[in-house]
């Protein structure tokens, strides 16, 4: 009986967010009941939970989530500015005359966008609002209009700088950590965010090129489905063209360079740069004539309110972890995990596919917190590298938010898209670039080096 209560918890988790509770509260509120429930019979040490306030107390000093407001603040910010506007009124124009120009035009400025905001959601509902409706009036197939939305939404989860890839490398560092100590590494090495946001450019580059590729396919073989923009509509003019590709593409390009540029060159910590990032996102907003009070009133109550959710998330999962460590979760899972068949191979698959299934109920910021401090410091201790096992997990829960029927992007976007898109439409866009997607896990699984070979290049 006591072995089964890790995974009864885990499971009453589960079904209080599927009765739709919000998740700080679902996680620290069943934590707080099974804790109650294992002290009244005998089985949990209330002891545990004195840990609770140096817990929050980490969180709460912790420097390297700073950057996580100062990011959301960035992302929130140009998409007050309009930049994904123009970007992609101008990127239509550019690639608008070949057949499949739309469809590139999105998926460029969706990288665009990733790698200036990193908040999915966000863009994928900008994309949807924007770029849809023009696409299906220039009689783009409905399902490859939508997939290539959704694809290039997601981009936000890999192309860095990432929220995704800041919180992740946050938690990884801890896991590392404890994964040398329990190893008897009593002066361990580290692994930092600047690792990951590295790691993370050569597949996420990857993806964004087998993108366009199948796109490009799309062009040759079904030409209907991706059509070129007529005469009328195009650009004439070639040197205005370019004037204005220049003046409307150089400020993003600028900015992003100036955020990860200064965190590759090793000049700034992610988090000073997140802070350029948001200096920066302002001083583009005014050049758009879009900085007033009014909207930075809008951006600061945006980015309190993803900061508040995100730390109160952060908060809820330490008590949920220290409640699972207290009924003996820890020496369950690695049990478990080491007597599988396969050794570490076996391990890492089987933890893909659980965050896989767990991408379809719970958001990456659940994952990231509750999931990984549980098996990051077991597969870790099995000798995987953790910038390659932090990029696996975020194309892994990538994947996952595209997957139909429960994939986050697919909601986002079904919540935009006009009456006349049909869910099923949706659903059949998004697999081609599930494919390509599983493609890249694969080839990131059998080369890790497409993951640590540029970070030793950058800190070797």
Do not use: H
């Amino acid at each position: 009986m006591p072995e089964l209560l890790p995974l009864l918890l885990f499971l009453a988790v589960c079904l209080v967010l599927l009765l739709g509770y919000p998740v700080a509260f679902s996680l620290g509120g069943t934590a707080l009941a099974f804790a109650w429930i294992g002290g009244f019979t005998g089985y949990f040490d209330g002891a545990f939970l004195e840990a609770l306030p140096n817990r929050l107390y980490g969180i709460m000093t912790n420097e390297t989530l700073i950057a996580v407001p100062l990011f959301v603040f960035m992302g929130v910010m140009l998409e007050r500015s309009r930049v994904a506007e123009n970007l992609l009124d101008t990127m239509a124009a550019l690639f608008g005359p070949r057949r499949g120009g739309l469809g590139i035009s999105v998926t460029l400025v969706g990288m665009l966008l990733a790698a200036s905001t990193g908040i999915v959601g966000a863009t994928v509902v900008t994309m949807g609002l924007l770029s849809l409706p023009t696409m299906l009036r220039r009689n783009y197939d409905p399902a490859l209009s939508s997939g290539v939305i959704c694809a290039a939404g997601t981009l936000g989860q890999i192309i860095p700088p990432s929220i995704v890839l800041v919180l992740l490398g946050d938690v990884l560092s801890a896991a590392y950590q404890q994964a040398q100590l329990d190893m008897g590494i009593f002066s361990p090495d580290t692994v930092s965010v600047g690792d990951l946001f590295v790691g993370a450019l050569i597949p996420g580059l990857l993806l964004v090129v087998l993108y366009l590729l199948y796109i490009g396919g799309v062009a040759v073989f079904r030409p209907a489905a991706v059509p070129a923009l007529p005469e009328e509509e195009r650009e004439q003019e070639l040197g205005r063209l370019w004037r204005r590709v220049v003046k409307v593409l150089l400020p993003p390009l600028l900015l992003i360079f100036a955020v990860l540029g200064s965190i590759l060159g090793g000049l700034a910590t992610p988090t000073e740069a997140a802070s350029v990032g948001a200096v920066g996102a302002m001083l583009l907003a005014l050049s758009q004539g879009q900085l007033n009070r009014e909207t930075l009133r809008a951006v600061m109550l945006g980015t309190t309110r993803v900061t508040s959710m995100v730390f109160l998330i952060f908060i809820g999962a330490s008590l949920f972890s220290l409640v699972f460590r207290g009924f003996g979760g820890d020496e369950v899972v690695t049990d478990f995990l080491t007597d599988l068949p396969g050794g570490v191979v076996g391990a890492v698959a089987l933890v893909m596919l659980v965050m896989f299934l767990l991408g379809f109920i719970l958001d990456f910021i659940e994952i990231t917190f509750v999931v990984v401090p549980i098996v990051g410091p077991i597969l870790l201790a099995m000798g995987l590298d953790p910038v390659w096992l932090g990029v696996m997990i975020a194309i892994n829960l990538q994947t996952s938010f595209l997957t139909p029927p429960f994939g986050f992007a697919l909601f986002y976007l079904r919540g935009v898209a006009p009456p006349e898109v049909s869910t099923g439409a949706i659903y059949r866009g998004v697999v081609p670039f599930i494919l390509i997607q599983l493609l890249v896990l694969g080839l990131l699984a059998l080369w890790p080096e497409m993951a640590t070979w540029l970070p030793g290049v950058f800190y070797g």
